[in-house]
């Protein structure tokens, strides 16, 4: 019921029914409460009270509120910005199957954010998130196999990543595909190809192949 006062748009209704089953200790329901106390949908935004109701939910395992919590925390909402905290958050979340958390845990592993700097768990991060079709992580896995950072270098693998984001419609990634097409690496080189994919991304709003393709109208040839 509370779901569906949510989604018909009644907020201060389902944000009522959502606090009852929080109260009742629903850790879905204080997920919920934590996110509408967050966002101001249905009460009075308040912060404070949203960490609250994350944290009663994170300890009972709830991965989104893991993965909020994260966020609060890197971001320096509450004050001082805590990644070592935040990472834990995210890690909690990403074992419990969350993409999104997957993703900030590889990127954290990749900078050392939070966390000793370890390329190798990163890029295993990143193409578990990339598994299972998160696109970011597609790219990201795809540049680590391309420059041999984590992984063994794989021209092969970079490409296949860089094409299942690519054709999923990531900008960065159609780039990189092109690039890969041009160069010949992990493919047969295709000019016509390369064209396509930097054109496809320029249209998609990457800045770097809007400067290419003016280059290549003006010199009628490819260069990356």
Not at 7 to 18: E, I, R, T, W
Not at 78 to 88: M, P, Q, R
Not at 198 to 204: E, F, I, L
């Amino acid at each position: 019921m509370a779901s569906e006062l949510y989604q018909k748009g009644d907020k201060v209704s389902a944000f009522n029914a959502f606090l009852e089953l929080a109260i009742d200790g629903d850790a879905d329901a204080q997920a919920m409460v934590g996110y509408m106390l967050e966002n101001g949908e249905g009460c009075d935004a308040s912060l404070e009270e949203a960490v609250g109701w994350y944290q009663k939910a994170a300890e009972q395992g709830q991965h989104v509120a893991h993965f909020n919590l994260g966020h609060i925390l890197r971001s320096g909402r509450l004050g001082a910005v805590d990644e070592k905290s935040a990472f834990e958050h995210f890690m909690q979340a990403a074992r419990a199957g969350n993409l999104h958390a997957m993703f900030e845990v590889a990127q954290m592993l990749e900078a050392g954010a939070g966390v000793e700097p370890s390329p190798q768990r990163a890029a295993s991060w990143y193409e578990t998130a990339a598994k299972y079709g998160h696109t970011e992580a597609q790219n990201c896995i795809g540049a680590m196999y391309q420059e041999g950072v984590g992984v063994p270098l794989d021209y092969v693998q970079a490409f296949d990543w860089y094409e299942k984001a690519a054709i999923a419609g990531h900008p960065r990634a159609m780039y990189n595909l092109g690039m890969l097409y041009d160069k010949g690496w992990g493919v047969d080189q295709n000019s016509e190809k390369a064209l396509e994919w930097c054109r496809k991304a320029a249209h998609a709003g990457h800045e770097k192949a809007k400067g290419i393709i003016r280059r290549l109208q003006e010199e009628g040839k490819i260069v990356f």
